[in-house]
């Protein structure tokens, strides 16, 4: 493991980095047709399987991904080190699953795939955005009135 230190990177090296992965990682929605409602559609009625294929790469490659970098790399590509995130399974997270799946179930579009659908031009995205802003937006709310999401 490399221990030697990095130099600190700057923030416009940051933002490129996230430009570029995010870039990627909305052609990659584009390409597999995942900012395409309806194909999102016919995967969760179990009429179309291609879409399993893809997620089933992404997480294979996210997987492989997570499990090497640390041990071939000892940082980060921006110097800082890797870390790991533990998240608590509680009720507040279970509802928020339920209520995203049954959002994804209703509508066909997650997020990334709403966002990245804008830039092919699928304008009408903009209300299930609106919808996940509102969202986002009460859960806020609930947090600010003493029901931290924990």
Partial sequence: MNTTPTPAASPASHLLV????G???????ALSTMVQPEVVLSFLRFQDFGLALVMGGGVA???LGLQLAPRLRGR?????????HAAAWDRDT????????IGWGLC???PGPAIAGLGTGNWALLWALAGIALGALAQGWRADRGHPAR
Avoid: E, I, K, S
């Fill in 94 to 101: 279970q509802l928020g699953a339920a209520l995203f799946g």
């Fill in 23 to 29: 870039a990627l990682f909305g052609f990659g929605l």
């Fill in 61 to 63: 490659v996210a997987l």
């Fill in 108 to 110: 066909g579009v997650c």
């Fill in 18 to 21: 996230a430009l570029l992965a």
């Fill in 76 to 84: 980060a590509l921006l110097g800082q080190p890797f870390q790991t």
